[in-house]
């Protein structure tokens, strides 16, 4: 199966065309991913494939970022005839530790939240929640390890998903049943009042 997968939950993002999980291509999308994408598939991407699947990073992370590698996952689907499918972004974290009994991948949620996400020996074990950041050393005692995909209090290892290792996760590991094809976000939308 070839599958070309786009992970762009952080500001540097990626993308990686594999077969079986052997990368085959990979490219970054600087800036923007709508205006940095296409050109990096063009100049790198083999002419000769057609992905079987596209597969995007979900998250946790950049929601503009994310919501990006959807629609231009859609638009690269409909000449491809192939599906577009959600991998959770901190499967890519996962995979650099799999000797770790209880991986505890967290990133900042916004508004005084973090989000906390456990892999045990490379599985998930706990899917994505969000939590308020005043309980954060409580979550990171739960932890053999814990890695931040931005910059946490009381986290000294940073670490960002990428395309290369969510291949590799990807390969040894089903799908997640049930994972939306959305930016994990778990809280509901704040309306921003307009003045008049």
Avoid at 43 to 60: A, E, M, R, T, Y
Avoid at 76 to 103: D, F, K, Q, T
């Amino acid at each position: 199966m070839v599958r070309l997968i786009l992970e762009t939950s952080s500001l540097s993002g990626t993308w990686a065309l594999s077969r079986q999980g052997k990368i085959l291509a990979s490219g970054t999308c600087q800036g923007t991913v709508t205006a940095s994408l296409i050109p990096s598939l063009r100049n790198s991407f083999p002419q000769d494939l057609k992905p079987d699947q596209i597969l995007v990073g979900v998250g946790p992370g950049s929601f503009s970022g994310i919501r990006s590698a959807i629609a231009s996952a859609e638009g690269l689907a409909a000449v491809w005839h192939c599906p577009v499918l959600p991998v959770r972004s901190s499967g890519s974290i996962a995979w650099r530790h799999p000797e770790v009994p209880m991986l505890g991948v967290f990133s900042d949620a916004r508004r005084g939240d973090f989000f906390a996400t456990y892999y045990a020996y490379g599985k998930l074990n706990r899917p994505t929640t969000v939590h308020p950041m005043k309980g954060l050393s409580e979550f990171l005692g739960r932890c053999t390890l814990a890695v931040t995909t931005d910059s946490l209090p009381g986290i000294e290892t940073q670490e960002k998903p990428d395309a290369h290792t969510l291949a590799a996760y990807l390969h040894a590991h089903a799908l997640e049943p049930g994972l939306a094809l959305e930016p994990i976000h778990l809280r509901p939308a704040v309306a921003v009042a307009q003045s008049s």
